[in-house]
């Protein structure tokens, strides 16, 4: 049986699955989902089978996922004990960066390999470890079928007023534009949206994909017309250590006030702000609505304004509001923060039904909300193993 691997490379994580890849009519099936973090340093691996059965739950030892390219190489051993058997044909990629010209998933070859590398300096925090896992799935796979899925993909049919900033015209000819991310998320809750609700899905649509890395993204008939990501993962929402929005006179203020150089101001602004530096206690939501301290208070409460505050931004620029949908691991799993976003909403539309919002369920509006409110679980690795089956059957 052909299978696909899907690999989702972070600073110090690697995401993978193996999907079975069928006869093309349907979905591909995962057979394997799993997670090596903390590669290293002090990495673990956690993979479940299809049917949520553990097949590892263990640490690993530190020389074995020093980095990338040996992480890759533990998944690789892992799905070989499980699945011997399984015909590898293609992996696909998240890739955070595609930058302006990428507006589909790409077949990986050398040269488009090279032109991704040029956007390192676009996503510093993340391009250089997607195309580590890409470079180590080359050297374990060469003649598999390698395909890059962009994040920034999703988004690049935004109107030019979404696009740009103001800045002289020249910056944005360099690609100094508004991308927005998150678009492999946004894709798969697009479709899904089509599936379960067609009505709502050629209508005008939030999604708030809240998790460590959060956004927000208005659609009409299922397509990108806003962000709140803009030209890097910093904009919009604070997230886990993300400041989110910022008055770039900060960064001037920090620079000639406080001396710090450019590697400093990044590692304060991607590693140290947002949620975990608002509460000075964690970057995990789940921990601050357990906590009893003003200041994990706090950083809810901002949290829930910034949210609400483009949630009002984005409705205006699509020109009304027919749904909101919360995905990602906060917007799925958080019952308060659901609460909290919709509370005191009834002037756009939007009335949740509290017992419908504590159960988890699909739709979590009242029946008389103008505004429908769902909760609908993301899945990215689905949307990758899609574009490498397809990418599969162009190339043969």
Same mark, same amino acid.
């Given at each position: 049986m052909v299978h696909a691997l899907t690999l989702n490379a972070g600073s110090s994580?690697?995401?993978?699955?193996?999907?079975?890849?069928?006869?093309g009519r349907g979905d591909p099936t995962p057979r394997i989902l799993g997670e090596i973090d903390r590669i290293g340093s002090q990495p673990h691996m956690r993979a479940t089978r299809e049917d949520g059965s553990v097949l590892s739950d263990a640490p690993l030892p530190a020389e074995d996922a020093a980095d990338h390219a040996g992480a890759l190489a533990r998944a690789l051993d892992l799905i070989a004990r499980e699945r011997p058997h399984a015909q590898l044909r293609a992996v696909g990629h998240r890739? !955070?960066?595609?930058?302006?010209?990428?507006? =589909?998933?790409? /077949?990986?070859? &050398?040269?488009?390999?090279?032109?991704l590398a040029t956007l390192e300096p676009l996503a510093p925090l993340h391009q250089p470890h997607n195309l580590a896992g890409v470079r180590?799935?080359?050297?374990?796979?060469?003649?598999? !079928?390698?395909?890059?899925?962009?994040?920034? =993909?999703?988004? /690049?049919?935004? &109107?030019?007023v979404n696009d740009t900033f103001a800045l002289p015209r020249a910056y944005y000819d360099k690609g100094v534009r508004r991308y927005g991310f998150h678009g492999l998320s946004y894709d798969y809750i697009s479709g899904r949206l089509a599936e379960i609700a067609p009505h709502?899905?050629?209508?005008?649509?939030?999604?708030a994909h809240l998790g460590n890395g959060a956004s927000m993204c208005g659609m009409i008939g299922g397509r990108s017309i806003a962000s709140t990501m803009g030209f890097s993962a910093l904009d919009g929402l604070p997230m886990g250590t993300r400041s989110g929005q910022l008055d770039p006179g900060v960064v001037l203020y920090l620079m000639e006030q406080e001396g710090m150089s450019v590697a400093e101001i990044s590692d304060l602004l991607y590693r140290k702000s947002g949620l975990l530096g608002l509460s000075g206690l964690s970057n995990d939501m789940r921990r601050l609505e357990?906590?009893?301290?003003?200041?994990?208070?706090?950083?809810?409460?901002?949290?829930?304004?910034?949210?609400?505050?483009?949630?009002?931004?984005?409705?205006?620029?699509?020109?009304g509001l027919d749904a909101l949908v919360f995905c990602?691991?906060?917007?799925?799993?958080?019952?308060?923060i659901r609460h909290k976003v919709c509370e005191g909403m009834g002037w756009i539309g939007l009335e949740l039904d509290d017992a419908r919002n504590a159960r988890g369920e699909t739709l979590v509006s009242t029946d008389l909300s103008r505004v429908r409110v769902l909760v609908i679980p993301t899945d990215e690795e689905i949307v990758i193993?899609?574009?490498?089956?397809?990418?599969?059957?162009?190339?043969?």
């Open positions: 994580s690697l995401k993978f699955g193996l999907f079975e890849l069928g006869d890739v !955070v960066h595609g930058g302006p010209e990428h507006a =589909a998933p790409a /077949r990986l070859t &050398p040269e488009v390999l090279a032109d180590a799935a080359l050297a374990a796979f060469p003649d598999a !079928v390698q395909v890059a899925c962009f994040d920034t =993909a999703f988004h /690049r049919h935004h &109107p030019w709502l899905h050629s209508g005008r649509v939030i999604v357990e906590a009893d301290t003003d200041a994990a208070r706090e950083a809810i409460a901002y949290f829930v304004f910034r949210i609400r505050r483009e949630l009002g931004a984005l409705a205006a620029a699509l020109g990602g691991g906060i917007g799925e799993n958080s019952v308060l193993a899609r574009a490498a089956r397809d990418m599969l059957g162009r190339v043969g």
